[in-house]
Each structure stands twice: as C-alpha cells, then as structure tokens.
Nanobody, 130 residues
Framework: QLQLVESGGGLVQPGGPLRLSCAAS????????MGWFRQVPGKDDEYESV??????????YYADSVKGRFTISRDNAKNTVSLQMNSLKPEDTAVYYC?????????????????????WGKGTLVTVSS
C-alpha cells in the first residue's frame, strides 16, 4: 500500500524554525517528484504549492513566498523528504501536505499544477503565532 506520512508540525513563534518530514512507504521515491503544499484552515479551495524536489537529480522549485526561508531535501536511503522552514511568519500558518508524483515533466510544472501528484499524505498543521 502506497502511503505518505507527514510529521513535525506544531506551534512555533514568529521568526522560529520548524522541520517537516514526509516518510514514504510501499514504494521507492526514485523517479518521483515530491512536494509540499499548504492549505490555510477554513479556505478549503485554496492550496499553495510550497516546494518540490526531484528525488533523482535534486532539482527544486520554491514558491516566491518561501524562497530564502524554506529548504527542501531528500534522503533516498530513508525514503523521506523534508522541509526545513526558517524565519517563519504568521502567514505560513497552514496545514502542510506531502505529495508525490511520477517525474514526467519539469519539477516546476508538477509543483504548480498539482494534477500530476498522485499520492497525498493526510497533512500536518503548522501554526505560527506568539
């Protein structure tokens, strides 16, 4: 059974760091693009593509809103993808979802369209507040 499980969410003060992890089971990440997406609570129709990475060659995409603050990485041996979030802002508050899709086009295209992301985790809540 293919499964993605996120961890690492929680409450953090503005300016602080937080690290999210996504563990994949039931398949290996080779030839997949992994990504992080977020949804603001109460805004069910609004997803933002945060960051994506090609597991094979490490090419990445970042939304302008997180560039310079967030870093996506993968650990092929552990079948995991992580998102290091620094300098967090209240507007980063959201449910963060991990997703995976086959690497059939550019990382940016897959990240922005989301339609090619076939597998999704259940999400982890990140709250940035003092």
């Amino acid at each position: 059974q293919l499964q993605l499980v996120e961890s690492g969410g929680g409450l953090v003060q503005p300016g602080g760091p937080l690290r999210l992890s996504c563990a994949a089971s039931g398949f290996t990440l080779d030839d997949y693009v992994m990504g992080w997406f977020r949804q603001v609570p109460g805004k069910d129709d609004e997803y933002e593509s945060v960051s994506c990475i090609s597991v094979s060659d490490g090419s990445t995409y970042y939304a302008d809103s997180v560039k310079g603050r967030f870093t996506i990485s993968r650990d092929n041996a552990k079948n995991t993808v992580s998102l290091q979030m620094n300098s967090l802002k209240p507007e980063d508050t959201a449910v963060y979802y991990c997703a995976a899709g086959p690497w059939i086009t550019t990382v940016q295209t897959l990240c922005l369209t989301r339609g090619g992301m076939d597998y999704w985790g259940k999400g982890t809540l990140v709250t940035v507040s003092s």
